[in-house]
């Protein structure tokens, strides 16, 4: 059964926890200028949790983190906390990808003008188990892997587990910091006393709950109608595929239900559903559908 977590359990790995974080402009620019190793002047939120509406036939996404610099570098930084079923997991950049591009030319953007991107997700395994910190990925020739396509896109994948000296110390506290680890770095410290005042804030507590509350009865509703629809298939048919298979629309009708009305993604409504990952490829087919 579905439990909300306690607003005190919360930590920066929670998706609700890490948007309120790097919506603080001054913590979410000196994150961005550790892991990049350059200066950035200033940056402006383009939209916290940033909600697209793909277009044409497809599925939405929710952003945790997205913003533009003073050279009109476009960022989006996701907190993610599974490892996806094969390659999945790489492949929601090239969909994150396509959706704010898609974005920047329907605010008016010319193809020759398309900001630079770079999508950075923070991962607490190694996605490549190669044990780095960052992973940095460009387009490149594949006969002369110096020749760049100069495309503008970036996409880079932090893990917490890293082993190698290949990130800046306070990147690295933050990395721990994700772990759970509380060192004496000031941008950890800060992080960290701030989580501290923000779970003082009735407010952000209310907010919070209502937020997990909704997620519950999305749940609830999904399983409702799956057994409404398992009940009415196995009438129907006579038979335990029946149900089953009516059991299973149920859970793509409630995963479908909470894309929707949260604004999460499939992966993430599975997430909250604590679909089995052996399961999660045929749900994801039966939402697609």
């Known amino acids: 059964m579905y439990c909300i977590k306690p607003w005190?359990?919360?930590?920066?790995q929670d998706d609700y926890m890490f948007k309120l974080i790097m919506n603080i402009k001054p913590i979410?620019?000196?994150?961005?200028q550790g892991i990049l190793r350059m200066?950035?002047?200033?940056?402006h939120y383009l939209e916290t949790e940033k909600s697209m509406d793909a277009?044409?036939?497809g599925k939405g996404i929710r952003m945790d983190v997205y913003v533009r610099d003073d050279a009109a570098t476009v960022y989006n930084i996701e907190m993610q906390v599974r490892m996806l079923e094969g390659t999945s997991l790489f492949k929601r950049t090239r969909y994150y990808q396509s959706m704010i591009d898609a974005d920047l030319l329907a605010a008016g953007a010319d193809y020759d003008d398309l900001n630079k991107t770079i999508i950075i997700f923070i991962c607490p395994f190694d996605p490549f188990?190669?044990?780095r910190h960052i992973y940095t990925f460009e387009n490149i020739c594949l006969e002369n892997t110096k020749c760049k396509l100069q495309d503008g896109t970036t996409k880079i994948f932090l893990n917490t587990k890293g082993t190698m000296a290949d990130v800046d110390e306070s990147v690295k506290a933050f990395l721990d910091y994700v772990n759970g680890i509380v060192g004496e770095d000031p941008?950890?410290?800060?992080m960290d006393e701030m989580i501290r005042r923000i779970k003082r804030e009735n407010e952000e507590r209310v907010s919070y709950m209502t937020?997990?509350?909704k997620m519950m009865e999305e749940?609830?509703?999904g399983f409702r109608e799956g057994e409404r629809q398992g009940f009415t298939n196995g009438l129907a048919e006579g038979k335990a595929e029946g149900k089953a298979e009516g059991k299973a629309e149920g859970v793509a009708f409630s995963i479908s239900n909470m894309m929707k009305n949260l604004g999460v993604s499939v992966e993430k409504a599975m997430d909250i559903l604590q679909i089995p990952a052996d399961e999660r490829t045929k749900y994801a087919t039966l939402v697609r559908q």
């Open 8 to 12: 005190e359990d919360l930590t920066i």
């Open 28 to 32: 979410c620019l000196k994150l961005l």
């Open 39 to 43: 200066e950035i002047k200033d940056i």
């Open 55 to 57: 277009r044409y036939q």
């Open 129 to 131: 188990g190669e044990g």
């Open 187 to 190: 941008l950890v410290r800060e």
């Open 211 to 213: 937020f997990a509350m």
């Open 219 to 221: 749940r609830k509703e």
